[in-house]
């Protein structure tokens, strides 16, 4: 019995230092952030997933998992606002599969996420960066950077259709962790668009 745990115990050891081991060549390896994505982009898929009340409330996450093992994953983590801001925040970090699990418990203890094809989730990023843009929205200033995360996967390949806004009309609302200079500029942004589409403010 003894001998049992101290193997099982002997092998999660090892098994840790495995992903020690990756994590520090993946770090020694790529410098940057721009790097990191560069090479994920190029390892397997491992999650699409779209939280479930996107466009119902008018804010949600899309998240996407790569990685070459299970055990250690780059995620993009984009944050949408499909009643009028477009890509509203974006963060991409390298974790283990651990810390992955832990985060999306958090996130679902809020709102459920479910998978969500790559190719329509990629097009979905880039149908609501466009409409937010023809109200003057510019979407998170890391977007470009991490969107790069989904590589070669096609955003054509899909034919899914999205539709914005709220009853037909954007809807800007503004978040806790705005600032008033925000609000305010972003409440200007959506008067001078109002002739792209009506904004209630």
């Known amino acids: 019995m003894a001998a049992n745990i101290a193997a099982r ?97 958090q996130i679902e203890a809020v709102s459920r996420h479910y998978p969500f094809d790559p190719a329509s989730a990629r097009k979905l990023l880039h149908d609501v960066t466009a409409w937010a843009a023809a109200a003057g929205f510019r979407p998170h200033p890391e977007y470009v950077a991490v969107e790069k995360l989904f590589g070669d996967v096609d955003a054509n390949a899909s034919q899914a259709t999205f539709e914005f806004g709220h009853q037909g009309k954007a809807l800007y609302m503004p978040g806790p962790s705005e600032s008033a200079s925000d609000v305010r500029d972003r409440l200007q942004i959506a008067a001078a668009g109002s002739s792209h589409y009506p904004v209630p403010v």
């Open 9 to 105: 115990r002997a092998a999660k050891a090892q098994r840790r230092k495995a992903v020690v081991a990756e994590k520090r060549k993946v770090d020694a390896i790529l410098g940057s952030r721009a790097g990191q994505i560069s090479l994920a982009a190029k390892t397997p898929i491992r999650d699409c997933l779209l939280q479930t009340d996107l466009f119902s409330v008018g804010l949600g996450t899309l998240l996407l998992v790569r990685g070459a093992s299970a055990s250690y994953v780059a995620v993009g983590s984009f944050l949408i606002d499909s009643f009028a801001l477009g890509v509203k925040d974006v963060m991409f970090r390298m974790m283990e599969r651990s810390e992955l699990d832990a985060m999306l418990a």
